[in-house]
């Protein structure tokens, strides 16, 4: 599987953007991680293909996550962005293959795109 995003950018604080990401086969949860520079990779916001939604405290009521069943698409709409929102962001999609004896996860990564937040 592989995994597209696209729609970062440069945006003033209070802005929006809108980020994309399409995988090329059918996946189980999708979603987006962030990377600033200097810190680690952290969650921003999982959806499982059944709608379940998680998101970091950090982006709760600003971003939302959705995703596209049929494209094997997911969505990050950001609002109100903030300077700490200046990452690096990338699309996470995930296989599982639930087995008599566990369940096997294969994790698949997108490129990354940048998204820089203006004060």
């Known amino acids: 599987v592989q995994l597209q995003a696209s729609g970062g950018g440069l945006v003033q604080t209070g802005g929006s953007l809108r980020l994309s990401c399409a995988a090329s086969g059918s996946v189980n949860g999708m979603g987006w991680y962030r990377q600033a520079p200097g810190k680690e990779r952290e969650m921003v916001a999982l959806?499982?293909?059944?709608?379940?939604?998680i998101y970091a405290e950090s982006v709760k009521g600003r971003f939302t996550v959705s995703r596209d069943n049929a494209k094997n698409t997911v969505y990050l709409q950001m609002n109100n962005l903030k300077p700490e929102d200046t990452a690096v962001y990338y699309c996470?999609?995930?296989?599982?293959?639930?087995?008599?004896?566990?369940?096997?996860?294969?994790?698949?990564w997108g490129q990354g795109t940048q998204v820089t937040v203006s004060s």
């Open positions: 959806i499982s293909n059944s709608g379940s939604i």
């Open positions: 996470h999609a995930d296989i599982r293959d639930y087995g008599d004896y566990g369940t096997e996860i294969t994790d698949y």
